[in-house]
């Protein structure tokens, strides 16, 4: 049986002390395996971005350990093995796509040509090969958004972690996304896990967790 991409041991995260603690995530078990596919579900504020952030080694646990079998230690995850979307694409308006989808592989240590050619590909497999030279106040929200996910499959992860990639677009903007995604992760054999609120986004993944004040309450496969 291969090693799991990430597991989670009664890891738990609180900010502040004493009086002024704010319980993100009471403690919580699981397991992302090879090649799964896992929508985190949950209101908003209910944890969904604090455990994305602890599997993505953004943020430490305050209680239990989390620990990456597959891949190796925090310190291995990036750039690369694990790679995060979030909810805004987050380019760099002074640069072009292509330049957007290249910085991690540059600040990585990859070469500048080698950088710009897989840079290209990447862009190619999610169909925006066209837009390399733009910037991004020249492109939609939804096309952002695919240049987003064409920036973190650069660096071919293991691990995709998606944090409400669909939540600034609209019905069809934010289904082409998730038809990208599940390709881009499929093309690439990495696990993907993706946070959401919306249940249309949640029912085309075959596993599902659900997490409710801070608490991953239950977990299904479809």
């Known amino acids: ?51 994305l952030h602890l599997l993505a080694g953004l943020d430490e646990p305050t209680a239990g350990e989390i620990v990456w079998p597959a891949i190796g230690s925090r310190s291995d995850l990036r750039p690369g093995p694990v790679a995060v979307i979030f909810q805004g694409p987050a380019l760099l308006a002074a640069l072009s796509v292509l330049e957007n989808v290249a910085l991690p592989l540059l600040l990585g240590g990859t070469g500048a040509e080698a950088a710009e050619d897989e840079a290209r590909r990447a862009l190619g497999r999610l169909g925006l090969a066209e837009l390399a030279g733009k910037l991004p106040e020249e492109i939609s929200g939804g096309q952002s958004q695919r240049v ?68 991953l309450a239950a977990r299904c496969s479809a």
């Open 1 to 51: 049986m291969s090693a799991a991409v990430a597991r989670c041991r009664a890891v738990a995260r609180t900010y502040g002390r004493g009086a002024a603690a704010a319980v993100a995530l009471r403690p919580a078990d699981c397991e992302i395996a090879p090649g799964a596919r896992i929508a985190l579900t949950g209101p908003s504020g209910s944890g969904k971005s604090t455990l």
């Open 148 to 215: 987003a996910v064409a920036r973190a499959l650069a660096g071919r992860p293991r691990l995709i972690l998606a944090d409400e990639p669909t939540g600034q677009l609209d019905s069809a903007a934010a289904a082409a996304v998730i038809d990208v995604l599940l390709a881009a992760a499929e093309h690439s054999g990495a696990a993907l896990l993706v946070s959401t609120h919306d249940r249309a986004v949640a029912e085309r993944f075959p596993e599902r967790w659900e997490i409710h004040s801070g608490s």
